[in-house]
């Protein structure tokens, strides 16, 4: 097994991650920083500082350390030119003395020197490229949990807990993001045998389950975790799961942070438990000589493991007496007080810090304790629990005599130094989180966990407060980050489809989204139609011989009960209660302020019985209004969705009765089945409600059946029309055609201000109704007599066409705005729909539109621009 | 004939079709041994939108309960009209999950908590799943985990398409009515 590490082959060995391969093969420099470009190594080994991030298979910023290796994996470095070992870029830090802290804040002030220089900032101070996966964009996956205890963390105090909780009989979720449980024992090995008896102990219990790999990055409201899992399964790249869990046990533990020293972050300066990870689960040898640099016993574990492993340690000193590392690039020797040590391996056993991010994020508070030089979590919410570690009960006590140096890294992810830090403060800058945004310590990828404990002793000691006193910066969710992929989930959006869509598809549909719906806007059927010659075609089918739509994305709402009339006068403007059986009438409904919200049919099927249409986008709105202004009336009304039940179409055209009359026996002659009738009868082999209406102009009937004869209805209407020419046509003809009919869209030619009386349509308001919702608003706007705008039509001079949304202009000032505007075959003209104002809404007043950016001049009027008279309808 | 939301990746999938009370169904995708197989052992997914649906007002034996006055009353065809309710039939498209990794796809598709205790035999849910509004109804056959859900029938397809992505790693099988005959279904 191998994979490639910038065109070279790395072998692998089991349970290699790609930095123990790389480290094994004799890599050291696994990264260049962020501003100076200094060459990096291994820092810490447990995936949480910067120093081995590096590009995987085309994803940037890839922890080396904590990710498995794969054979055929393409590993390349990131940040520095032309390689690793030589960055050109590293000439940087000989310019430090002109990058102070918040240097950029100083010196682009102004807006324009900053555009110039911010992408070459962002070229030599980047993290990461995204490349191009050979592999395709990998899936992503979302899952959802639910358990009675979830256990944050798998080392000791874990699984004790887990092992507790699953003892009561409770669902137990353990997570853990390591490959294996057992926490700092698995490379400290200290009482392995008794771990591996409390694992099998856990695994052999039913109500406890264990997620290995998965890190949680974030405790959320309602006791809600957010989980990342690496691999899942072949094929998936990464599942975000959403666990839900009754009590939260956090053993997260604590880790090792780096001590403050000039040249702290050279090559070969590592924490101590990174070197154990290293010795103890790859069986890699570290180093040849060591300097450790420890309190007291504090480094007689790591001694004993550097030894074993054939590591000479050539001398341990106390943190108070390091002056120095020393060595260009890579460390070559360690300068105290009491000397200089010749060595390639420094090893910090650095202060630890409780890993309490969750439970500061679940609302707990961190104070911190002299005696034990840790921030520990106190005041937990209920049901949050804290085990082991992560209490930060040590008694380490913190070094306090960093210097003030410009290699003194207290910020390895931003390469922020101790000296920085005191500029920042003599800046003024001296609360903790301003500092922070000041000199962007703790924001770079570790996210706080390498640099906020040295961050906040240098501000605490600068500043002469207390530790409590400074306090800590804020714990954030998603920590850590989370890639926008897995936040995103499966490459699955959910579509609707009318029950025509295949056969839609065989005739050639170009698609039009309307929300989640698939309509067709204009139909290609020997792939060489475009969409101005199709959309001319089928408006002649409709206006010379015979059309067919589907129009089954309509929103459509059975309303029945003995009080379905009382409640449609209620919600919508117009009165519904005098509605004869068989009719059929246009309806608005407004809100408290009058303004339109939907529009649609009403069909009185029976006397308690009424068959609805709404917009395609406001079926769920309009439902949901049914029944807010149903509820605690205790009226007899049952509204049902019956959208997705039903096929619907509108066959339309001079033609429509002849295509019909060939399906059905019911009498479709105008004097028995008058425009706006609606009739239930069989269609074919199905029984259908068909309601004589024209939204596109002509006569037509809306025909709704049941879904499961889409298919077939729409098939046998096509082909009993082929002898008069029929044609299917799509939502861009049918908006032409209704355009020349001058009736609105809402939402298109109304806005969120528009009432009944500024879209023209004042005879749909019934003021003489005891009561609906809007009527006291448009009382006033009636008593008042002001209007804000009208909408009425226009036709243009010339074939030029403006965009939806092209300003009407009065004296160089804009006065308002087309809503619709297409060129219209019947007229020979451009026409369209505009707000105007008040005193413009007049038949022939002229009006000027701006076209391309030039004025053009309209004509007002407020008649239809095709059949005003309504006669073709009716025929 | 009817033909169900599902009949056009049903036709993909390879469907050999019979007759069903009126619905033209798929009988197998070609090995009906394998697909009790899947059945049994992992997941499979079957269409078995011809049941017969109404909402009711009130309360019938074996009804679902879907909120005040609006029970979902279920079955085979010929399934007589309740009294004052509305035949819903056409409206749902209803999607068949059964065997035991059923419960491990479903949470990849919905937020419910679909564990053994908060959704056992016989519950009736209503949720988000795969991004529209779902009836789940957990009916076990017999000892086998098997979950019906409900989805208007513009959603059908998308959500069938769903169920199929997410249960990819649990080798999920379309399975027809002979198999599901087989399972006593």
């Given at each position: 097994m191998s994979f490639k590490f910038d065109g070279q082959d790395v072998p692998v060995q089991a349970g290699d991650t790609v930095a123990s391969a790389l480290y094994r093969s004799g890599?050291?420099?696994?990264s260049r920083s962020f501003k100076y470009h200094r060459p990096r190594g291994l820092?810490?080994?447990?995936?949480?500082?910067?120093?081995?991030m590096v590009n995987v298979d085309g994803s940037p910023?890839?922890?080396?350390?904590v990710t498995p290796a794969r054979n055929g994996m393409v590993v390349r470095h990131q940040n520095a030119w032309p390689s690793l070992d030589s960055d050109?870029?590293?000439?940087?830090q000989h310019f430090d003395f002109l990058m102070p802290a918040g240097w950029y804040y100083k010196v682009f002030t102004n807006p324009s020197t900053w555009h110039a220089v911010e992408p070459h900032i962002r070229k030599i101070a980047g993290l990461g490229e995204i490349f191009e996966n050979p592999q395709g964009i990998p899936d992503y996956e979302h899952a959802w949990m639910h358990t009675e205890t979830a256990v944050i963390g798998g080392g000791p105090a874990g699984i004790a807990a887990a092992l507790e909780a699953a003892a009561k009989g409770g669902e137990v979720v353990l997570v853990d993001?390591?490959?294996?449980?057992?926490?700092?024992l698995r490379y400290q090995k200290r009482n392995a045998s008794a771990l591996d008896d409390q694992i099998a102990a856990l695994r052999s219990q039913a109500n406890v389950r264990v997620l290995q790999?998965?890190?949680?990055?974030g405790l959320y409201e309602g006791n809600l975790l957010g989980l990342l899992l690496a691999n899942?399964?072949?094929?998936?790249a990464e599942r975000l799961i959403h666990l839900r869990a009754q009590e939260i046990v956090v053993a997260t533990g604590a880790y090792e942070t780096p001590l403050l020293f000039?040249?702290?972050?050279?090559?070969?300066?590592?924490l101590s438990t990174a070197a154990q990870r290293l010795i103890n689960?790859?069986?890699?040898?570290?180093?040849s000589r060591a300097v450790i640099i420890a309190?007291?016993?504090?480094?007689e574990d790591v001694n004993a493991d550097l030894r074993r492993a054939?590591?000479?340690?050539?001398a341990t000193v106390a943190p108070e007496d390091v002056v120095a590392a020393k060595g260009f690039?890579?460390?070559s020797g360690l300068k105290s007080k009491k000397g200089t040590f010749a060595c390639d391996l420094v090893v910090m056993c650095g202060p630890r810090v409780p890993d309490a991010g969750l439970l500061s994020q679940a609302g707990g508070k961190l104070a911190w304790s002299d005696a034990r030089g840790a921030f520990a979590p106190v005041n937990l919410p209920a049901n949050i629990f804290a085990v082991g570690d992560v209490l930060g009960e040590f008694s380490e006590p913190l070094p306090r005599n960093f210097p003030d140096s410009?290699?003194?890294?207290?910020?390895i992810c931003t390469d922020a130094t101790s000296r920085d830090l005191k500029q920042g403060i003599a800046d003024g800058f001296e609360q903790i989180e301003t500092l922070k945004r000041y000199?962007?310590?703790?924001?770079?990828?570790?996210q706080g966990r390498m640099c906020q404990l040295n961050a906040i002793s240098v501000c605490s000691r600068d500043t002469g407060r207390t530790m409590n006193q400074t306090g800590t910066t804020t714990s954030r969710p998603p920590n850590p980050g989370v890639t926008l992929g897995a936040l995103a989930g499966a490459k699955h959006h959910p579509i609707r489809r009318t029950p025509m869509h295949h056969a839609h598809d065989e005739l050639g549909a170009v698609w039009l989204d309307m929300s989640e719906w698939k309509r067709p806007r204009y139909y290609n059927p020997n792939g060489k139609t475009s969409e101005s010659e199709g959309v001319a075609a089928e408006y002649r089918a409709v206006r010379e011989r015979a059309g067919l739509i589907d129009v089954g994305t309509l929103g459509k709402l059975r309303v029945r009960g003995k009080d379905a009339a009382k409640l449609l006068d209620k919600v919508y403007?117009?009165?519904?209660?005098d509605l004869r059986p068989g009719r059929v009438r246009y309806a608005v409904i407004c809100d408290d302020a009058g303004t339109i919200l939907d529009d649609g049919t009403v069909s009185r099927i029976a006397e308690d019985s009424f068959f609805i249409t709404t917009t395609t986008g406001n079926l769920d709105f309009v439902h949901q209004w049914f029944d807010w202004w149903l509820a605690?009336?205790?009226?007899?009304v049952r509204v049902t969705n019956v959208t997705g039940g039903l096929a619907s179409v509108n066959l339309a055209g001079p033609k429509a009765r002849d295509v019909l009359r060939k399906l059905t026996d019911?009498?479709?002659?105008t004097k028995a089945f008058p425009y706006m009738a609606c009739r239930e009868a069989r269609v074919g082999e199905t029984s259908a409600v068909l309601l004589r209406i024209g939204f596109v102009g002509e006569t037509g009937w809306e025909i709704h059946y049941p879904a499961e004869y889409g298919e077939q209805l729409w098939k046998a209407l096509l082909e009993a029309g082929a002898e008069f020419g029929i044609l299917p046509f799509g939502v861009e003809a049918q908006r032409l055609l209704r355009l020349e009919k001058r009736h609105v869209i809402v939402g298109v030619d109304t806005d969120?201000?528009?009432?009944p009386y500024e879209a023209d349509?004042?005879?749909?308001?019934?003021?003489?109704?005891?009561d609906f919702i809007g009527k006291a608003a448009l009382s006033r706007a009636v008593a008042s007599g002001a209007l804000r705008e009208k909408l009425v039509g226009f036709i243009l001079e010339g074939k030029e066409i403006p965009e939806d949304g092209a300003p009407v202009v009065e004296d160089g000032i804009p006065v308002g705005r087309v809503t619709s505007s297409r060129y219209s075959p019947h007229r020979r003209a451009g026409i369209g729909l505009a707000f105007v104002p008040p005193e413009k809404a007049t038949e022939g007043a002229p009006i000027s539109v701006r076209v391309n950016g030039l004025l053009r001049t309209a004509t007002v009027t407020?008649?239809?621009?095709?059949d005003s008279e309504g006669a073709r309808l009716r025929q | 004939m009817k033909r169900s939301a599902l009949y056009h990746p049903h036709k993909i999938a390879g469907a050999l079709w019979a007759e069903r009370h009126g619905w033209e169904v798929a009988?197998?995708?070609?090995n009906v041994e394998r697909e009790l197989a899947h059945a049994r052992a992992g997941v499979a997914l079957s269409d078995i939108s011809y049941l017969r649906k109404f909402e009711s007002p009130a309360p019938r034996p074996g009804s679902w309960k879907l909120a005040e006055k609006r029970h979902l009353v279920m079955g085979e065809p010929p399934l007589e009209a309740p009294p004052g309710a509305l035949d819903i039939t056409s409206t749902y498209s209803v999607i068949l999950m059964t065997g035991p990794r059923s419960r491990d796809v479903l949470c990849k598709l919905?937020?419910?908590?679909?564990?053994d205790k908060a959704c056992g035999n016989l519950a009736c849910k209503q949720a988000s799943l795969a991004h529209a509004h779902s009836i789940v109804i957990r009916q076990d056959l017999g000892q086998l985990l098997a979950y019906k859900i409900l989805v208007t029938r513009d959603y059908a397809e998308s959500v069938w398409d769903s169920i199929l992505h997410a249960g990819h790693e649990f080798h999920i099988t379309p399975m027809g009515q002979d198999a599901l005959d087989g399972l006593g279904a």
């Open positions: 890599q050291r420099i696994f820092l810490c080994c447990s995936g949480k500082c910067p120093n081995c910023n890839i922890r080396a350390c050109a870029l590293s000439i940087t993001d390591q490959p294996e449980l057992g926490g700092h790999r998965a890190s949680c990055f899942p399964h072949e094929g998936a000039d040249n702290n972050d050279l090559v070969g300066v590592m689960v790859h069986a890699i040898v570290p180093g309190h007291g016993s504090q480094g054939g590591v000479s340690v050539v690039g890579s460390v410009k290699r003194a890294f207290v910020c000199t962007t310590t703790t924001m770079g990828p570790c403007t117009n009165r519904f209660s605690g009336t205790g009226w007899d019911v009498d479709l002659d969120a201000l528009t009432n349509m004042a005879w749909i308001a019934k003021l003489d109704k005891e407020l008649e239809a621009f095709y | 009988a197998s995708f070609g919905t937020s419910m908590n679909v564990s």
